[in-house]
């Protein structure tokens, strides 16, 4: 859920963040250039990556990454 909340809050109105599963996330954002894509990657990298609190303590899970699989522009 907190992924889910960082993703959803990082990406514009109009674009859509969808779980596949898991821990596999999707995000559609039409009408970006090359460089505006790499930067929303970027961006939204960096929140997920931010340690997850779970009742007030860092969770015992290991840090979270990101991988933009394929920028389509």
């Keep these: 859920m907190e992924v889910a909340r960082r993703l959803s809050g990082g990406v514009r109105d109009g674009d859509t963040v969808a779980r596949l599963g ?29 340690p997850i ?5 860092p969770s015992g899970w290991a840090p979270a990454s990101a991988s933009d699989g394929r920028l389509a522009a």
């Design 22 to 50: 898991g821990d596999e996330f999707v995000i559609l954002a039409d009408g970006l250039g090359r460089a505006d894509a790499a930067d929303l990657a970027y961006g939204l990298r960096n929140e997920i990556v931010q």
């Design 53 to 57: 609190r779970a009742e007030g303590r």
